[in-house]
């Protein structure tokens, strides 16, 4: 099994549920694609702050869907001429 990391969130995940300032943990590379995406924040600060403010982690469901919200966010829209 993959090591699970932590991650405070940026925007509401809506098909999980989970609102923005929220931790989620799921597999780092599933973080590493929403960072990059820029709906969660991995850096340990971010997290720790979340964490001192009464948020627990939570198990982010559904880790192929996150991957699709991830790619998705990162995506150029194009138009055709």
Known sequence: MAKLVKARVLVDIAYAQIK??????AEDKVIKALADGGIVDGYPDAVAYAEAHGQKAVDLPNADAALEVAVASTETPTTEQ
């Open 20 to 25: 923005c300032g929220q931790v989620i943990q």
